[in-house]
């Protein structure tokens, strides 16, 4: 769109918004009656009545923004087609890239660890002891330990007691020396010879 701006000698010389914004209003007497160009889109080009278009996905547009690639979407956060605001990375999920495209870029958290906050550039820690943890998990204690099984802190699934040890209760972290007389497997310890 054109606006006027009068000179000294009082001649209408007609100049364009200025990249980065546009109006489709008539008669502007001033470049800051222009608006800048809309979140998540772009004006490339002097003189625009309406934006370029959206932002390229992996990118995100602020206000003002002259480009389809203005900024690249940041760790942690993906940006669709025409985005305003990166969007984190959901719970259960991280990156440590950047121009991610859509949330199903976001890496699940990897097995044995938990990713419990949105936007995280890497898990946050490692399972409770007495739980596991399979891949995309966004709590530190999703799945209990079974009773005969063990899970050591960070466990990616629960694991038998190896012979001569047991454990007789659910969410245990490690397995128990079998007594002196008895026998054991992993849930149960009976008399006999161990």
Same mark, same amino acid.
């Given at each position: 769109? #054109?606006f006027?701006f009068?000179?000294n000698?009082?001649?209408?010389?007609?100049?364009?918004?200025?990249?980065?914004?546009?109006?489709?209003?008539?008669? #502007?007497?001033?470049?800051?009656?222009? #608006?800048?160009c809309?979140?998540?889109?772009?004006?490339?080009?002097?003189g625009?009545?309406?934006?370029?278009?959206?932002?390229e996905?992996?990118?995100?547009?602020?206000?003002?923004?002259?480009?389809?690639?203005?900024v690249?979407?940041?760790?942690?956060?993906?940006?669709?087609?025409?985005?305003?605001?990166?969007?984190q990375?959901?719970?259960?999920?991280?990156?440590?890239?950047?121009?991610l495209?859509?949330?199903?870029?976001?890496?699940?958290?990897?097995e044995?660890?938990?990713?419990?906050?949105?936007? #995280?550039?890497?898990?946050?820690?490692?399972?409770?002891?007495?739980?596991?943890?399979?891949?995309?998990?966004?709590?530190?204690?999703?799945?209990?330990?079974?009773?005969g099984?063990h899970?050591?802190?960070?466990?990616?699934?629960?694991?038998?007691?190896?012979?001569?040890?047991?454990?007789?209760?659910?969410?245990?972290?490690?397995?128990?020396?079998c007594?002196?007389?008895y026998?054991?497997?992993?849930?149960?310890?009976?008399?006999g010879?161990?």
């Amino acid at each position: 769109m #054109l606006f006027f701006f009068l000179n000294n000698k009082g001649v209408a010389k007609p100049i364009g918004c200025p990249v980065g914004s546009y109006s489709a209003a008539e008669g #502007l007497q001033a470049e800051y009656q222009c #608006l800048n160009c809309t979140g998540g889109e772009f004006c490339n080009s002097t003189g625009k009545t309406t934006t370029s278009g959206p932002c390229e996905p992996g990118y995100f547009c602020p206000q003002g923004s002259t480009s389809p690639r203005e900024v690249v979407c940041s760790v942690g956060h993906y940006c669709l087609q025409g985005t305003f605001h990166p969007y984190q990375c959901p719970k259960g999920t991280y990156s440590n890239g950047t121009g991610l495209t859509d949330n199903t870029n976001c890496t699940p958290c990897r097995e044995g660890w938990y990713c419990d906050d949105t936007g #995280l550039t890497e898990p946050k820690a490692e399972c409770d002891p007495g739980f596991y943890c399979p891949t995309g998990q966004n709590r530190s204690n999703p799945y209990q330990c079974p009773a005969g099984m063990h899970c050591p802190r960070g466990s990616p699934s629960s694991k038998s007691c190896p012979a001569g040890t047991f454990v007789d209760y659910p969410q245990a972290s490690q397995c128990h020396s079998c007594p002196a007389g008895y026998y054991c497997v992993p849930e149960l310890v009976t008399p006999g010879e161990n």
